[in-house]
């Protein structure tokens, strides 16, 4: 049985005059135990998308269900059953840590020695801090506090909304690991980024832009999906060498990565020709060479090709 | 009912560890009972006086001494010119011009009557009603005083006159503060129930707490009651700190009894309580749902009979006031207090109240379950 899935689901917000498509029939399935990534930019309908699942917004069209249930009809089950921790920190500020969870945690009628089990990694973090406020926690306490909230109840799925953003480098990655070791007790975790670089550690992502999946693969898979040649070039003025990549007729999109440009060939074979164009341009300094594509190139591939 | 006692703790919790709604729900009130009744009186008093005596005889100084020593006049400016005095009224320095013809005197005496002027600043539409009657009545009372010095006995009267005695029932001393406190107290108990708890939950839906309870197996009810509950204890406490100071500071003692005050209270509470639920229902941020608030809230003060009486209101204005339910309970505080009215006595507004709770709540509900 799959541990969640959607069928088609649609929803817009506003009304007559204003519409907003937010989400424009998305079907996938997420396997049990998997950690499924929803990736995409702000505004592609990763909210809309997780508000449905956890019963708190009412899809127009389509059936979702989630650990079997039906989200619409079976809402008071699933509520039981999953964990939820919204993009934006929305604990009771003035409450402490200790509180917070013991709060949570007997609301789901549970207790937290009952699953400290399951929390004691990430909790055991925050331990030091339980009887301060949680408004006056760090952003990464601050985070791990709501994770150990949403897992207290031991939760079959997991849903995480942009749990990484506005969090540095080093939390991130330690999230990361967390989410890793909490697959291995067999919870099912979907979890929604914007950063691109997140997609490698799920075991499969989908690519959303504007309420449409435009992939869904392993990130190895989507990689393997881009096909065309891919080309870094430096030079020493790149706006130049921008404009130009952008005449050049054998490529079919350039854009700025990092310190270099990326450029996607139409066909194999033109790596010579377009140094030579380019340098006949007289660039100075002028590296041309391959380069592997990650998830982001295979992302604005995707999304150029819409 | 495990969980409900769980979020009536954290409710509790949160709400005493909030410095600044402590300060709200216990010296507000406190301030304000000792405050507002001495400036919320109903009588007038340093009228500003410009007399303008043309006359300078025995009869009108006698007068002016008879207006100044009442006590609620006082006397600014004594000179022999209107317009100087009118003057005065436009500077705002006098509130009242009191002009005293030539031969004041020597009329009276002579042809039995004689005539005063009085010209009135109806800026301050109270002040200039209220000054005129006084100065009017005791006008009139100088009036029998001069003609019962001239009655010789045994002659009769020489024309009949009416004289009216007046006692006042329930506030023998027409003492304003027995008659304040009680309003302003319903007032303070509706800001708590109504404004704060719908203040409270919209501050979950504004920083996304309600989000994470929502998928929490905690029932709407639950969450409801959660939030209900401690503002309607909060109501009553107040009202008791209330009644405190009121018997504290004012002596005031209801005549009628604590029960019955309480129990129209308790329910007077439910329904101001569903008002705030239901203003929290349809706002989103707390700046929203304070403006909605204010602007009840001068409906509620201005059309509740707290400052003016209802019976001089125009009809349509008289049907507002129908359904303001701080009316009824300015009503029945009044009456307990005053009158010591019982149960009985006030079963029309108990019912009238619990119809507000009933459908305030019913459609608050309703209102919720649709948007959540």
Not at chain 1, 44 to 53: Q, V
Not at chain 1, 111 to 131: A, T
Request: with cysteine; aromatic share 12%.
């Amino acid at each position: 049985m799959q541990a969640i899935t959607l069928n088609n689901i649609e929803k817009k917000y506003g009304s007559k005059k204003s519409t907003v498509q937010a989400l424009r029939g998305i079907s996938f399935e997420v396997d049990k135990g998997e950690i499924f990534g929803i990736i995409g930019p702000d505004g592609a309908g990763k909210t809309s998308l997780f508000r449905i699942l956890t019963t708190l917004l009412l899809p127009d069209n389509g059936t979702a269900t989630v650990d079997g249930f039906d989200v619409v009809k079976d809402y008071k089950i699933i509520r039981r059953r999953v964990g939820y921790m919204p993009g934006r920190f929305s604990l009771y500020q003035d409450l402490t840590v200790g509180e917070n969870m013991n709060f949570f945690a007997t609301i789901f009628n549970t207790s937290i020695e009952e699953n400290y089990g399951l929390v004691k990694e990430i909790y055991s973090q925050i331990e030091p801090f339980r009887d301060r406020r949680a408004g006056k926690l760090s952003g990464g306490m601050k985070q791990k506090l709501a994770l150990s909230c949403a897992l207290i109840h031991r939760p079959s799925v997991l849903f995480l909304d942009e749990p990484t953003t506005g969090v540095d480098a080093v939390s991130r990655k330690e999230f990361w690991d967390m989410l890793k070791r909490l697959k291995e007790q067999g919870i099912t975790i979907l979890v929604s980024t914007p950063y691109m670089d997140e997609a490698a550690m799920c075991d499969r992502v989908a690519l959303v832009q504007a309420g449409s999946i435009m992939s869904i693969n392993s990130p190895a898979g989507i990689i393997r999906e881009f096909t065309n040649p891919l080309l870094a070039v430096k030079a020493d003025n790149m706006l130049h060498l921008l404009n130009d990549l952008n005449k050049y007729e054998g490529q079919a999109d350039s854009y700025p990565f990092g310190e270099y440009h990326h450029v996607v060939m139409k066909e194999k074979g033109l790596e010579n020709d377009l140094e030579n164009y380019l340098q006949k341009k007289a660039h100075q300094n002028l590296e041309v060479k391959a380069a592997t594509p990650g998830i982001e190139d295979c992302f604005i591939h995707l999304m150029k090709k819409e | 009912m495990r969980t409900l006692r769980f979020l009536l703790q954290k409710e509790f919790r949160q709400i005493f560890r909030d410095p600044s709604i402590l300060r709200v729900i216990f010296i507000m009130p406190v301030f304000q009972l000792l405050i507002l009744p001495w400036a919320a009186d109903y009588e007038v008093k340093n009228i500003q006086l410009s007399v303008v005596d043309h006359d300078h005889s025995n009869y009108s100084r006698r007068l002016i001494g008879k207006i100044t020593s009442s006590g609620y006049f006082k006397l600014e400016d004594y000179n022999n010119s209107y317009p100087n005095a009118l003057y005065d009224i436009e500077k705002d320095k006098a509130d009242l011009i009191l002009e005293i013809p030539a031969f004041f005197e020597k009329n009276l005496v002579n042809q039995n009557e004689s005539t005063l002027f009085m010209a009135i600043n109806a800026i301050n539409g109270v002040k200039a009603n209220l000054g005129g009657a006084y100065l009017g009545s005791i006008i009139q009372d100088y009036n029998r005083e001069i003609r019962l010095k001239w009655i010789q006995f045994p002659r009769f009267s020489p024309e009949t006159t009416i004289e009216i005695e007046s006692s006042n029932w329930y506030n023998p001393q027409m003492n304003y503060k027995y008659f304040m406190v009680p309003g302003i107290l319903v007032i303070l108990v509706t800001l708590v129930g109504s404004f704060l708890a719908s203040l409270n939950i919209v501050k979950e839906k504004e920083i996304g707490t309600i989000e994470q309870i929502n998928v929490t197996p905690v029932k709407k009810y639950q969450f409801i009651l959660g939030k209900l509950i401690p503002f309607w204890i909060l109501g009553l406490t107040i009202l008791s700190i209330g009644l405190l100071i009121a018997r504290l500071a004012y002596g005031i003692i209801p005549s009628g009894s604590f029960l019955t005050i309480y129990v129209f209270a308790a329910v007077y509470l439910l329904a101001v309580l569903g008002l705030g639920l239901l203003i929290s229902t349809y706002t989103s941020t707390q700046q929203q749902a304070m403006l909605i608030s204010f602007f009840l809230m001068m409906i509620f003060i201005l059309l509740g009979g707290l400052y003016t009486s209802i019976d001089s209101m125009p009809v349509w204005a008289q049907w507002i006031t129908k359904f303001n339910p701080v009316t009824y309970f300015i009503e029945v505080m009044r009456m307990v207090i005053l009158k010591g009215s019982g149960l009985g006595d006030i079963k029309r507004h108990l019912l009238i109240v619990l119809g507000f709770a009933v459908f305030l709540n019913g459609w608050a509900v309703v209102s919720y379950r649709k948007r959540a």
